[in-house]
């Protein structure tokens, strides 16, 4: 287990410190034939990639990926799929400070207490570096799905939510503010408060709403392994993920049944989607859409009080180029592990008939 | 996959229609030597149990476990735990009339499609019956792991909400009512809330809100298994839910990173607890906490529209003997997951250091 | 892990001791709508059944099969299938000697060793009862595979082997004769020699060959899991067995290239079938035989030695209902475990391309 | 599945053709505070490396290994260890000759039908280049398990067998002859036959004999994660293995039980050890031992015919850089095999008992 492979047959391995020499992965179980189209994957890691705009961080990150198996003549063969992305601008010193304390709200006092040991060379293994990875991997399963549309977004940052629902929403205006919030009028004013929020050395929370089109009838298991159970699980194993709704969500508690039923047309098609697309863990051929919480940024470039190694409080001042809001580069990892997920459920359903 | 097993280390397997001869499942993995408490087993299934109370499904079922393997002379002996339930009350009958319909947000639909095929008496597979055996195998689970106590309570019915934190609360108090509401006086609105629902034959949804207290320091695996990943995804396989959050959750995303931080006291317990008991998906000995959002349950006792096999809308008269209100009678299966997450982890701990 | 589970898409999960309630298992990932006839299940543990003829074990064991879900009105439904096979001749009385002392050659050691604990009655886990499920299991998926032919017989029985080559017996004579050996001639010299073995009070090895017809070319994966490395893995988890080969098997490995090789026909056919209808670990479509080895019986109807549990040597006179030779009763199995790992790379197989 | 991972605690997958720009893999599982000796990775690597001396293929590998993560200060830190060998010597144009064709006994044909496309270069994923990757991987779980003694060696090559039995033999003396036989006149006799093919332009085949010493009492898991059918599943994913046989074998097959019985000593020893130090699955703690059959390497540098994409017989030259008798090489790769195993029973085993 130890919780580095995602997925039954579409599977992703990931590996990787922030400041070793690589990370990467390995995909094992992608079908064989699939026409990969390289620009398209580089294109998501440049969607997460550090300095991509003035509102993230303004570290410098190549992250560029390298194919090294798995692929013949620009197809693949079926075997796995090995790549990996070098780390090339490893200052290490920067975390010197670090080595001997431990961050509020930051996983460098478990990690130690867990493992009795830890790289503490910028975070180590629970650096949100290591989603580069799944990024990779979910490129190539939203090649294998191209019929499936996915598209996240930034649905709030901190008090500013969009108000409209998503149907009111164009999907092609995601990527025209840094933001990547497809409502322009409210998109500015995140940016403006993700920018006042950075100038105070503070940073703030947000939420990602991600729409899946297109998805046919029967995808998802039964019981355990439940559409939206791995949908949830897929998304709070990202780096700042504090809940998980699909649907209705918290509010479907609020409800009755006679208002929450979602009532057929003749054709299997619902007249409305409180159920998110997902009946018993199974799609329905209707939208799925959910929403994912993350929490603001541990790192602040302010004062702060931080743990010794010998158990003493110290104030630290924090430094280095981290994000003021994590959603704006969250939105394609939201994207590449939905997809990864899909995947091993398309590949699933071929097995469920004669 | 096919999504009936949960765990890797503590796992459990169960297979069981609602209407057919029996339900239960297997537990491979139980460490050898636990004295087993076999009353405490039992009386976690009478929680989970229909016709327990007035504001609860009046079915009767006798839900009496037969343990038929992995056990000699009241302890476990290390090999696989095969239990079973009986199904003593199956009306087949009552179902006739949804044979050929399939009913709004049930899984009816999406069975039928999926498999080619369903098990049309009493939801089959999709029924919330099969919870009974992850009740059994929580149970033990709990045993396992006596330290931990894990204490889930009714948090919400409605708009009817508890006000006051997890830690104002006496958990002795959640069994004092039916509604298992630790709050006395919200208890007693919240009971009055379902039965006015239930007397319009309507339903109405409700949050669960899960403490787990004395987890040691480093249960969980960063990345893909974080501790509160595998939580959501335990929980999200319940039928029903629709959302879960943990520590500061959805409210965390409206949050500045100066307000959310957690600050260390000198011998590294925090001095609030926003994170929930986890770091980078970590236990970090706080108190871990969680909220369950459940929707309506969607058999009415009124009126309704239904689909029929050959593409009619009709209307249909809801009957049967249904809950008004899930929350009460999901406490246990809410604990029951938190109790196979918590055994699987515990087990997967012991690997992780020479 | 814990070692309870076969399969990852066509999953048998077993449970249960010789002298517990029931043993059984679940199978889950058997696809929807397949037709079962269960009376080729009930023949099928029929087949591996104490009692059948004079020279296996006279115990009575009714080893009727209940199926407890995932099967509606004769077909599967793609969910879990449960079953239960009662244990109705339980003489515990009868192990009362063993309790305190260890048998040579049996696993009582190491299971009392291991887990601190042990159910002696019978073998507890270790008793070749729980193939009975492996039996069911099988059953039905050789129902799956219905194009797929498996034919397993009894080759040799101690220093007794059929000289002829598989292809110049007739597989319908295998159930011709109780060694279940399709070369008449020389199932009277095999059954002649158990009889005397028998008179002994002692028993006798002997192995199976099992040979697979009409499976399609791309069966089995690279690397780790071959086809062949399966089935050895399936072979080697039957109780006594002790080598596996395939194909020229530990013959090949004497022989030089320009012999070994298999030359094609021009259809893709080979001329020869050293190679076993496997290359690379994946079917090549031509016949699939290997060999499997079994040890005597460790159980003689002789005075013993055993191990006491305080330490001390004693001798002990053998005696309960034991088979003088096990591959007579063993056929079944291993074309049930044939079966298992024949159906999991089936379903595997429609994942690997587009 | 797909086959490219191989444990459940100690996980190795692995990617990579032999002609692609890397190979490598994944370790996931790898208890934290482990201190690696690099020298004893690289030189195990040595050891399966061409071009170590004569009566090997003469290509030239670098086969350096490099890590990318999970190590810190020379120790393992629990987290995933990547690992890459750079492909220094990829020749494609030695295989343009086979792009068209299928050789005999080759994997070529089945991976084509298999996935509708195949990397041909130098037997893609088929090669057992990739083998490197578990040497490596093997290398770490040594040392992991520094108690126990794992050797193996050659114990015939073609007729010429190690006639003393495994205690007779010095392992020190392993390495001092190319065949890696610790029979020195038998080694002598082994070179020159492999000489005397290879001059042929001819392979041969041969068996691995491998001795595990130290085993606690209680590795293994019953039923079907048998340590013995692990180890055989292990052994037969290894290329160009037929057969698979430990303790008394296919022997066995051919013995009486009072013969065959291993009688206890006082202190639970046994005097003899024909079940080869495991029983029903589970070590007993005296030596394990279990033999492996190689084929002779498909290979050879002699006219054959072989199959043609369009459906023709070809006469083709063979040609390239291959090993006479591949067994020398193989002797670390089964010793890295043995010792994944024994790592993933050994971390499981920390789970067994309360």
């Not at 503010?177 to 004013?189: F, I, K, Q, S, Y």
């Not at 199974?282 to 859409?289: A, L, P, R, V």
Request: proline share 4%.
């Amino acid at each position: 287990m130890a919780g580095n492979t995602f997925g039954t047959l579409f599977k992703l391995t990931t590996f990787g410190e922030s400041h070793g020499p690589a990370l990467g992965g390995i995909i094992d179980g992608c079908p064989a034939g699939l026409t990969l189209d390289f620009e398209a994957i580089q294109l998501e890691l440049q969607r997460r990639k550090p300095g991509q705009s003035a509102i993230v961080t303004q570290r410098k990150e190549a992250d560029e990926v390298q194919f090294l198996s798995g692929i013949f003549e620009g197809k693949t063969t079926g075997t796995p799929i090995g790549f990996a992305i070098q780390n090339t601008n490893q200052k290490s010193e920067d975390y010197n400070a670090i080595q001997n304390s431990y961050r509020p709200s930051h996983a460098d006092y478990v990690y130690e207490k867990k493992y009795g040991i830890r790289d503490y060379r910028g975070g180590g293994r629970s650096s949100a570096r290591e989603t580069a990875s799944r990024v990779v991997a979910g490129a190539i399963a939203k090649q294998l799905l191209s019929d499936v549309k996915i598209n996240a977004f930034v649905s709030s940052v901190g008090d500013i939510f969009v108000e409209k629902p998503y149907q009111a929403l164009d999907f092609n205006l995601i990527e025209s503010n840094p933001v990547r919030c497809p409502d322009p009028e409210t998109a500015e004013r995140m940016e403006a408060l993700i920018r006042a929020v950075r100038k105070e050395g503070d940073t703030i929370g947000g939420t990602i709403t991600c729409v899946i089109q297109n998805v046919p009838i029967g995808w998802g298991e039964p019981v355990f392994d439940k559409l939206h159970a791995q949908l949830g699980k897929a998304m709070l194993s990202i780096n700042a993920v504090k809940g998980f709704e699909y649907g209705s969500g918290f509010c479907g508690a609020r409800m009755k049944g006679s208002e929450h039923n979602d009532l057929y047309n003749e054709d299997g098609t619902t007249r409305t989607n409180l159920s998110g697309g997902i009946q018993g863990g199974i799609s329905n051929g209707m939208d799925i859409y959910f929403r994912v919480a993350f929490k603001p940024v541990a790192t602040l470039i302010q004062e702060q009080e931080v743990l010794t190694n010998d158990g003493r409080i110290e104030v630290q001042q924090g430094k280095g180029r981290h994000d003021p809001c994590v959603v704006p580069r969250a939105v394609p990892i939201v994207e590449a592990m939905t997809a990864l997920v899909l995947a091993d459920f398309y590949l699933l359903e071929k097995t469920n008939k004669l």
